[in-house]
């Protein structure tokens, strides 16, 4: 969706051209993927962070046209709802120091945007999903004026039948029933998504070792408990975002429609081809916008395709683990980690990063032998069950004896998993001074049982002694911005004393 188009309204043979121009572009890739030395090149990493802007009282401040206005950093840019920003960090090699360099890039750019956004009474807040969202926050009047978000959503309603979106979320301590007839509720969620660049030789285990990494991380990482006053998941943006922009309407659109928002449906048994051609298989086309570059001409004469078409399709199919392919430095391949939430601080959203980054290189030297103990669906299991409990989970994870998977804790598994990603950070060039000082983030979080939505979680809870749960979602957003100023870590946040 990082791709810009000027029109958000489209004819039947748009649709036509642009399924054409898919299927070439698979055929362009195919033929890239067998080019010898294609992708070859240094591991290198990037993120894009979004974050929200508030107001002096803590509710979601509709500027970030104004605030973008003025500055002019090209790596900031619009998100979907207008209280919404994103930047995107210059790609860095990984090797030496790459979560303080990234988490000094950060840093500089969030000093820039904030230093904008004081101009029009607003603060920035790195938080997964904004505790004081009320429902007219969002809406139609709430979306970014932007050509690709009006059409995502004239897309999205044209596959639905113009039927509002339904939202069903059941928590531990609450459930969220609605409707709504845009897809602005995407835009609650705000994310860190991380880009690790891989051979194409590699992508194979790397993208499982990914998919088996992402719960445990995810559990240790969760940061949005809350959405329109009513707890729910602990990382609830994962069930939000899938419902926010499912096309399928179970009385309207055939039963064998996927999902757009999904883990996956199974181990990868090649490569990254397979990926692609399965989203073309699967999903029907939701923007049509058709680029004039001929793919197989370009591959045939030696060059390296845009693939214009696959990566407009390949952005409107939201896998937490996404493939993706890139004509920087000849071309090149990347897998983008999107599971993650922004916040609570940016030291800790860079103990994430290494986290991830970590054990997905740690565990793809046994990828091949892993998948075959732990069924896609246990995989699958384990990720839904991070997002709904965090640390209180518990996994499915491969046994060294049979049979295969033993049940973990959360904390038992992230515990035991802490030394596979500094091994693979190290292994990968990372300073072992640098991994340790990241991780070492990730383990005190394990020893005081604290996260982001823990710590959400256990303030609104004190602070419901003395307040409605309103006001008292109030006074917890602006105890967390102080917290987040300090830049200290949430795991030594403290609770608190009303």
Same mark, same amino acid.
Request: net charge negative; charged share 25%.
């Given at each position: 969706?990082?791709?810009?188009?000027?029109?958000?309204?489209?004819?039947?043979?748009?649709?036509?051209?642009?399924?054409?121009?898919?299927?070439?572009?698979?055929?362009?890739?195919?033929?890239?993927?067998?080019?010898?030395?294609?992708?070859?090149?240094?591991?290198?990493?990037?993120?894009?962070?979004?974050?929200?802007?508030?107001?002096?009282?803590?509710?979601?401040?509709?500027?970030?046209?104004?605030?973008?206005?003025?500055?002019?950093?090209?790596?900031?840019?619009?998100?979907?709802?207008?209280?919404?920003?994103?930047?995107?960090?210059?790609?860095?090699?990984?090797?030496?120091?790459?979560?303080?360099?990234?988490?000094?890039?950060?840093?500089?750019?969030?000093?820039?945007?904030?230093?904008?956004?004081?101009?029009?009474?607003?603060?920035?807040?790195?938080?997964?999903?904004?505790?004081?969202?009320?429902?007219?926050?969002?809406?139609?009047?709430?979306?970014?004026?932007?050509?690709?978000?009006?059409?995502?959503?004239?897309?999205?309603?044209?596959?639905?039948?113009?039927?509002?979106?339904?939202?069903?979320?059941?928590?531990?301590?609450?459930?969220?029933?609605?409707?709504?007839?845009?897809?602005?509720?995407?835009?609650?969620?705000?994310?860190?998504?991380?880009?690790?660049?891989?051979?194409?030789?590699?992508?194979?285990?790397?993208?499982?070792?990914?998919?088996?990494?992402?719960?445990?991380?995810?559990?240790?990482?969760?940061?949005?408990?809350?959405?329109?006053?009513?707890?729910?998941?602990?990382?609830?943006?994962?069930?939000?975002?899938?419902?926010?922009?499912?096309?399928?309407?179970?009385?309207?659109?055939?039963?064998?429609?996927?999902?757009?928002?999904?883990?996956?449906?199974?181990?990868?048994?090649?490569?990254?081809?397979?990926?692609?051609?399965?989203?073309?298989?699967?999903?029907?086309?939701?923007?049509?916008?058709?680029?004039?570059?001929?793919?197989?001409?370009?591959?045939?004469?030696?060059?390296?395709?845009?693939?214009?078409?696959?990566?407009?399709?390949?952005?409107?199919?939201?896998?937490?683990?996404?493939?993706?392919?890139?004509?920087?430095?000849?071309?090149?391949?990347?897998?983008?980690?999107?599971?993650?939430?922004?916040?609570?601080?940016?030291?800790?959203?860079?103990?994430?990063?290494?986290?991830?980054?970590?054990?997905?290189?740690?565990?793809?030297?046994?990828?091949?032998?892993?998948?075959?103990?732990?069924?896609?669906?246990?995989?699958?299991?384990?990720?839904?069950?991070?997002?709904?409990?965090?640390?209180?989970?518990?996994?499915?994870?491969?046994? =060294?004896? @049979?049979?295969?998977?033993? $049940?973990?804790?959360?904390?038992? /598994?992230? %515990?035991?998993?802490? !030394? +596979? #990603?500094?091994?693979?950070?190290?292994?990968?060039?990372?300073?072992?001074?640098?991994?340790?000082?990241?991780?070492?983030?990730?383990?005190?979080?394990?020893?005081?049982?604290?996260?982001?939505?823990?710590?959400?979680?256990?303030?609104?809870?004190?602070?419901?002694?003395?307040?409605?749960? =309103?006001? @008292?979602?109030?006074?917890? $957003?602006?105890?967390?911005?102080? /917290?987040? %100023?300090?830049?200290? !870590? +949430? #795991?030594?946040?403290?609770?608190?004393?009303?």
């Amino acid at each position: 969706m990082g791709l810009d188009i000027d029109r958000d309204q489209f004819e039947e043979s748009d649709y036509l051209e642009f399924s054409r121009k898919l299927h070439r572009g698979l055929e362009a890739l195919q033929e890239l993927l067998e080019r010898p030395g294609f992708g070859e090149g240094r591991r290198s990493v990037g993120v894009e962070v979004e974050f929200s802007l508030v107001d002096r009282q803590g509710f979601p401040h509709p500027v970030n046209h104004e605030v973008l206005d003025n500055l002019s950093d090209p790596r900031v840019t619009l998100e979907l709802v207008r209280f919404n920003i994103e930047f995107n960090t210059n790609p860095i090699p990984f090797a030496g120091k790459p979560f303080s360099s990234m988490g000094n890039q950060c840093s500089e750019v969030l000093k820039t945007v904030s230093q904008s956004s004081t101009q029009f009474d607003s603060r920035i807040a790195l938080v997964g999903i904004l505790p004081t969202l009320g429902e007219h926050h969002l809406g139609p009047g709430s979306m970014s004026d932007a050509p690709r978000y009006r059409a995502l959503s004239n897309g999205l309603r044209r596959l639905r039948g113009d039927a509002p979106f339904h939202i069903s979320i059941q928590g531990d301590k609450g459930q969220l029933e609605m409707l709504s007839e845009d897809v602005t509720l995407e835009g609650a969620n705000t994310a860190l998504q991380i880009h690790l660049r891989v051979s194409p030789d590699e992508f194979k285990q790397q993208y499982n070792a990914a998919q088996m990494a992402v719960a445990p991380v995810l559990a240790a990482s969760v940061n949005s408990p809350f959405f329109l006053a009513h707890q729910l998941w602990q990382e609830t943006r994962i069930p939000l975002f899938a419902q926010a922009v499912d096309p399928r309407v179970e009385e309207l659109t055939d039963w064998r429609l996927p999902a757009r928002v999904c883990f996956g449906n199974g181990w990868v048994r090649k490569g990254i081809y397979e990926l692609f051609e399965e989203i073309v298989a699967l999903h029907p086309p939701l923007l049509p916008v058709v680029g004039e570059e001929d793919p197989l001409e370009v591959v045939r004469g030696g060059g390296v395709p845009s693939l214009f078409e696959l990566n407009m399709h390949n952005g409107t199919v939201w896998r937490w683990n996404r493939p993706v392919y890139d004509t920087a430095s000849g071309g090149h391949l990347r897998i983008e980690m999107r599971a993650l939430p922004a916040g609570p601080t940016e030291i800790d959203m860079m103990a994430n990063m290494a986290f991830m980054i970590g054990l997905t290189l740690g565990l793809a030297p046994m990828a091949d032998k892993m998948i075959v103990a732990l069924p896609f669906q246990y995989a699958t299991r384990n990720f839904y069950h991070a997002a709904r409990r965090g640390l209180d989970a518990d996994f499915l994870w491969p046994a =060294d004896d @049979a049979p295969s998977p033993r $049940l973990w804790s959360a904390v038992e /598994l992230v %515990e035991s998993l802490l !030394p +596979v #990603a500094k091994a693979g950070l190290v292994d990968g060039g990372v300073d072992e001074g640098e991994a340790d000082t990241y991780l070492a983030i990730i383990e005190e979080r394990l020893s005081h049982r604290m996260t982001g939505a823990r710590w959400q979680i256990d303030t609104l809870r004190k602070l419901e002694e003395r307040f409605h749960r =309103d006001e @008292a979602l109030f006074l917890l $957003l602006e105890h967390y911005l102080r /917290l987040q %100023e300090t830049g200290e !870590p +949430v #795991a030594r946040w403290p609770i608190p004393a009303f």
